[in-house]
T-cell receptor, first 113, second 117 residues
Framework: DQQVKQNSPSLSVQEGRISILNCDYT??????FLWYKKYPAEGPTFLIS?????DKNEDGRFTVFLNKSAKHLSLHIVPSQPGDSAVYFC????????????FGKGTLLTVNP | GAVVSQHPSRVICKSGTSVKIECRSL??????MFWYRQFPKQSLMLMAT?????????EQGVEKDKFLINHASLTLSTLTVTSAHPEDSSFYIC?????????????FGPGTRLLVL
C-alpha cells in the first residue's frame, strides 16, 4: 500500500517558469513532510521540509504547501532553472517511528532552456 | 556539514560472493542509519533501520541473513550482501540521522551500484 503517492512520473517546464510538483498521502499520522532532489547515480539531497502544523514553508526559490484536509502537499520552484532538472521525491515521517521516512516514487523534472 | 559517505561507489562481483558496503557519517554522530535500495525508475525502498550498538530492524520481506547490517559505532554502519546473486544487483543507498531533537531530515550517502554477474 503506497502511503505517499506522486502521481506524475514526469514534468517538463520552461526555464524561468514555475514548477509545481505534487504529492498525496493517506496516513493522517504523518507529522513531517520532506522533499528530496536526486540526480542519477547519486544519493538524495534534502531540499525543504514542513511540519504538519504548518501550511507553508519557503526557502529561496522553493516553497512547500501543505493541505492537511486534502492530504496533499506541493513543491513550487520559481523561477525554474535547468540545474533543477532531477528526480524529486516526496517523503513523510510517522512520529515515534525512529525517524523512518516513507517515500513516493518520485517525479522527474526537466527544465528546458 | 552533515556529510555521509559510502564505499565503494561501484562494485562488480561474481555470483555467490559476498560484498560489504560501508556508510560513514563524516561530521556528525548518527545514532540511526538506514539502508535503502533503488531499482531503476522506482522509489527508494527501505531495507532496514540500524541503531548503534543494537540489532538492525528489517522491513517486511527483507532477508536479514541475506543482508547483514552492523552499526558498530556512531559513525559507521556496514551492509554485507551475502552470497550475492544477479537479482541483488541494484543501487544501495544509506542515510544517517543525527538523532537530535528537531533534526527531522536524514542525510544520504552517494549510493553504491552493485552488479552481480
Amino acid at each position: 500500500d503506497q502511503q505517499v503517492k506522486q502521481n506524475s512520473p514526469s514534468l517538463s517546464v520552461q526555464e524561468g517558469r514555475i514548477s509545481i510538483l505534487n504529492c498525496d498521502y493517506t496516513n493522517s499520522m504523518f507529522d513531517y513532510f520532506l522533499w528530496y532532489k536526486k540526480y542519477p547515480a547519486e544519493g538524495p539531497t534534502f531540499l525543504i521540509s514542513i511540519s504538519s502544523i504548518k501550511d507553508k514553508n519557503e526557502d529561496g526559490r522553493f516553497t512547500v504547501f501543505l493541505n492537511k484536509s486534502a492530504k496533499h502537499l506541493s513543491l513550487h520552484i520559481v523561477p525554474s532553472q535547468p540545474g533543477d532538472s532531477a528526480v524529486y521525491f516526496c517523503a513523510a515521517r510517522v512520529p515515534g517511528s525512529n525517524y523512518k521516512l516513507t517515500f513516493g516514487k518520485g517525479t522527474l523534472l526537466t527544465v528546458n532552456p | 556539514g552533515a556529510v555521509v559517505s559510502q564505499h565503494p561507489s561501484r562494485v562488480i562481483c561474481k555470483s555467490g560472493t559476498s560484498v560489504k558496503i560501508e556508510c560513514r557519517s563524516l561530521d556528525f554522530q548518527a545514532t540511526t542509519m538506514f539502508w535503502y535500495r533503488q531499482f531503476p525508475k522506482q522509489s527508494l525502498m527501505l531495507m532496514a533501520t540500524s541503531n548503534e550498538g543494537s540489532k538492525a530492524t528489517y522491513e517486511q520481506g527483507v532477508e536479514k541473513d541475506k543482508f547483514l547490517i552492523n552499526h558498530a559505532s556512531l559513525t559507521l554502519s556496514t551492509l554485507t550482501v551475502t552470497s550475492a546473486h544477479p537479482e541483488d544487483s541494484s543501487f544501495y543507498i544509506c542515510s544517517a540521522h543525527p538523532g537530535q531533537r528537531g533534526a527531522e531530515t536524514q542525510y544520504f550517502g552517494p549510493g553504491t551500484r552493485l552488479l552481480v554477474l
